[in-house]
Each structure stands twice: as C-alpha cells, then as structure tokens.
C-alpha cells in the first residue's frame, strides 16, 4: 500500500509544532469554511433512540432528495441508481472491486489523487497512467495516447473533474472525444465529480452524465465533503445507470452492512443549503487561488497554470526533489517562526521520477494566510541547499 504524500509528512510537521513553529497547512484539501448549519442541527435534533443500520444502499429518503439535486443539474436518476457509501473513497473501492478482476486495467491522466493507487492495490487493479503536462495545464492527453496502452485487460478510464491535484476542469468536448473512445473499445467511464460546484472564471461544469448515447457506461463517484465543507461525515456514494453494476456493487455495500447512519442524516439536511451558498464560496476560493497564483508569480523559478476548478494547484518549483525540499520546510526552515506544508506532486503520479520539480498546493486557508504562506515560500526557496536555477 503506498504512503499518502498529503499526509506521510505529518509527524515532521507534528515535531515542527512542537518545537514552537507555526505551520500553514496547504497539504490537504481540509475546507475552512465552515459547515452549513442544516447539516449540524440535524444532528443536533436527532432523537431517535438507537442509531441503527441504515438499508445498504442508503437511507431511501436521502436517495430521493439526491435525485432532485440532480435533476436540478441536468441529471436524471432514480433511488435505485445510487448507492450511498463511506466517502467517496469507498464507492470508488466498490467500482474498481466490481467492474474489474484482479490484474485488469484502469487508465488514468497523471498526475492524479494520490489514493487512486491505494484503491487499486486493495482491489488488485493496475493503473496505466497517460502523463498529462503542466506546459498544457494538464489539459487531456491526446486519444493517440490512451490507445497505446489498451489491452484485452483495459476495462475503464478515469478522471476527475475538476482536476485534483490540478484543478484542470474537462470541457465537454473533451468529454465527448473519451465518451467516442469508451464506445470504440466498450471501456467504463469512471468520474470522480466530488468537486463540481467549484468552477472559476465563469466555467461551466460538465458531468459525464450529461453525455448521450452511453448511459451504460458512465460510473460517476459524488460526496458531500467538500461540497459542504463536511469531510467528516464520511458521505459519499456511486451512481450510474447500468443496472448490473448496481446488483454487483450492492454485494460488497452488503458485506459492509452500511454507511453511516449520523452522517447520512447530516448529509440529508445539508441539501437544504440555498444555491446563494455557493456563489459565495466559489467567490471565496476564486479569490484565494488568485492569491496564490499572484504569490507564485513573484517567485522566481516557480510556475502554475491557473486552475478553473476545485481548490488546488500544482505548481513548479526550481527545486532538485519535491517531496525533500516539503519535508525540509518542516525539518529544518521556519521564517518568523512559520513555515508551510505542501503535498510533493511525485506522489500524484504512478509513473517514477515524475513531478519531483513539483508540489501540489491546496488553497483552503483564507487570502491571509495564503499570502503569508506565499511570502514564506519565496524565502525558503532563497536558502534551500537544493534549490535549481
């Protein structure tokens, strides 16, 4: 099982507390935002008298009212549609352990969320990574490139959308050209969509689900945690339309008899959130990622494409290795008494000895600390004993 790079650094920056210095946590994509209050007074208000199994799938009453979140974006599905899961982590599991066997395949643009290998490894899936570059913003690979590595084992293709690590948001015409591939070789599509409201400088969003002709096909991965800033719930699920994939992944939410019964009352309620919330918050992190780009602009060496959607960045840095310069920031430099965690982008791809010039940044902090962390950053990069010109 391969280490996390967005949390394998947390007992350098445990000790770094320790020792007094104050760390800016742009390691992880933990939302500061806070919470919808709908969210917490349904819990506040529970008062059954024993917290019970919820059916497998999910409570019914939760399944209905996301049927009506998704008809208002466009996506018509029904309760039977949708199995409700323990993050989006899980329902991810579930579709890997259901539609593949062990040593079949996955296609995947790198660099991508670094626990997609670790789901892989526990289902016995192989990840065959298609290197998508920052010189393009890491915008799709060529179709040339997914053909090369399709094998007789290739069974489904993955992206998330918008990007984690990278924010990239997917138009829909690259969708379509993946939805022409899928057909040509009868591959699943699977999309990580946790970030969908998240979309900047007047984007538009385009879900998988949105596409024709390919019902069948498409497996969409959803949550609640970052949508809501809720990422302790512990509420995701699976959605798609193929009935067979539905019978078979209900065996294994079976097997681990349900999702949380709390979190889904939560989960519920939240829905209730007007739309007005997220006008707001995508203001707000439109704003921070503004903060950042500007930071790294004034960074000589660095570079980024400017992400359209989610809360992260990739970014390039003039360092020899990235997930030592990170744990150096920890160990053994503080400016102020501060310093500042970021994830080493090495750890979001599968091929070796790629992004080691690169570190994934999470832009959850407000504008503040974002340009602190910035001007923190630029000192560091004065002293490191690795840094590259």
């Not at 997917?170 to 409201?197: C, G, P, T, W």
Request: with cysteine; charged share 25%.
């Amino acid at each position: 099982m391969p280490a996390s790079p967005i949390r394998k650094l947390v007992p350098f920056s445990d000790a770094a507390k320790e020792r007094g210095v104050h760390v800016y946590h742009l390691n992880i994509g933990q939302p500061d935002i806070e919470t919808p209050p709908f969210a917490m007074a349904a819990v506040r208000d529970f008062n059954d008298k024993v917290i019970k199994y919820s059916h497998s799938a999910g409570n019914l009453s939760y399944r209905k009212r996301l049927c009506q979140y998704y008809h208002e974006i466009g996506i018509e599905v029904t309760p039977d549609d949708i199995i409700v899961t323990q993050g989006a982590s899980e329902a991810l599991l579930f579709v890997f352990e259901t539609i593949m066997d062990p040593d079949d395949e996955v296609i995947i643009p790198e660099p991508f969320y670094a626990n997609y290998n670790g789901f892989a490894q526990t289902a016995g899936v192989k990840v065959k990574p298609i290197f998508s570059s920052i010189e393009n913003g890491f915008a799709l690979p060529p179709i040339a490139d997914f053909e090369k590595v399709i094998t007789p084992h290739t069974k489904a293709i993955m992206i998330c959308n918008p990007n984690n690590p990278t924010g990239y948001l997917y138009s829909k015409e690259e969708l379509e050209v993946l939805k022409q591939l899928a057909l040509k070789y009868d591959l699943y599509l699977i999309a990580d969509e946790v970030y969908r409201e998240f979309c900047y400088d007047g984007s538009k969003h385009t879900s998988l689900m949105h596409l024709s002709g390919i019902e069948d096909n498409v497996i969409m991965i959803d949550s609640v945690s970052k949508r809501y800033s809720a990422c302790g719930i512990r509420v995701g699920r699976l959605v798609t339309k193929n009935k067979e994939v539905i019978t078979t992944a209900m065996k294994f939410a079976q097997a681990r008899l349900s999702p949380p019964s709390l979190g889904q009352v939560a989960a519920e309620a939240v829905l209730d959130t007007p739309k007005s919330y997220f006008g707001e918050v995508v203001d707000e992190y439109q704003g921070r990622r503004d903060t950042v780009v500007e930071g790294l602009k004034q960074i000589e060496g660095a570079y980024c494409p400017i992400p359209k959607g989610a809360f992260y960045i990739v970014a390039h840095l003039p360092i020899d290795n990235s997930e030592t310069f990170c744990k150096w920031m920890l160990t053994d430099f503080s400016y102020e008494g501060k310093t500042v965690m970021m994830a080493p982008a090495c750890g979001f791809y599968s091929t070796p000895n790629l992004g080691t010039q690169e570190v994934r940044i999470s832009y959850c902090l407000c504008k503040e600390d974002l340009k602190d962390a910035m001007r923190i950053l630029k000192e560091a990069l004065k002293v490191y004993p690795g840094r590259k010109i």
